[in-house]
């Protein structure tokens, strides 16, 4: 992508307003008129449809802007976005599916892990939603009082994760 139009895009986001994506969304049009296949232009327009509750309309940029090879953290972020708001809108299984695919990307992200949680526990696997949490914590937490338990927040983990795998 050039300067020119990442330099672009950071200009509309810097000047969007979350309550009101009209602006941002008529920004963007015209250089997905210029750059229909541009894996940027594609997520960021679909997060603005996003932000602007238009969650139907976001999939389709976030699905195209993965399959035209984003890459990097806009990557992890676009899986993010994808995934939950197929959450919001009730496919599940779908979403389950993303946050997968994104974890083996992104195995170190803890946002990632988070909103799997989230998946999780909209899918009703409880266990294996709190069981992941417990994981962020071991994994991303430093605190001196936690440090000691560690090993223990894992290993109750895995137990909260074994009660979901038998209910399969």
């Given at each position: 992508?050039?300067?020119?139009?990442?330099?672009?895009?950071?200009?509309?986001?810097?000047?969007r307003?979350?309550?009101?994506?009209?602006?941002?969304?008529?920004?963007?049009?015209?250089?997905?008129?210029?750059?229909?296949?541009?894996?940027?232009?594609?997520?960021?327009?679909?997060?603005?449809?996003?932000?602007?509750?238009?969650?139907?309309?976001?999939?389709?940029?976030?699905?195209?802007?993965i399959?035209?090879?984003?890459?990097?953290?806009?990557?992890?972020?676009?899986?993010?976005?994808?995934?939950?708001?197929?959450?919001?809108?009730?496919?599940?299984?779908?979403?389950?599916?993303?946050?997968?695919?994104?974890?083996?990307?992104?195995?170190?992200?803890?946002?990632?892990?988070?909103f799997?949680?989230?998946?999780?526990?909209?899918?009703?696997?409880?266990?294996?939603a709190?069981?992941?949490?417990?994981?962020?914590?071991?994994?991303?937490?430093?605190?001196?009082?936690?440090?000691?338990?560690?090993?223990?927040?894992?290993?109750?983990?895995e137990?909260?994760?074994?009660?979901?795998?038998?209910?399969?």
């Amino acid at each position: 992508m050039s300067d020119e139009l990442d330099a672009q895009l950071e200009s509309i986001f810097a000047a969007r307003d979350r309550e009101n994506m009209g602006p941002t969304i008529s920004a963007l049009l015209p250089l997905y008129d210029e750059h229909p296949e541009n894996p940027r232009v594609l997520y960021e327009l679909g997060g603005a449809y996003d932000t602007a509750g238009e969650e139907a309309t976001a999939l389709r940029f976030y699905e195209r802007s993965i399959d035209q090879g984003l890459v990097g953290d806009i990557r992890r972020r676009c899986y993010l976005q994808y995934g939950s708001t197929l959450r919001n809108l009730g496919r599940i299984e779908e979403s389950l599916k993303v946050f997968a695919r994104a974890r083996a990307e992104f195995p170190e992200s803890a946002a990632l892990g988070a909103f799997e949680a989230l998946t999780f526990h909209a899918a009703g696997r409880m266990n294996d939603a709190l069981a992941s949490l417990l994981i962020l914590l071991a994994d991303h937490v430093s605190a001196s009082e936690l440090d000691r338990y560690k090993p223990a927040l894992r290993s109750n983990a895995e137990y909260l994760q074994s009660l979901d795998a038998q209910q399969k």
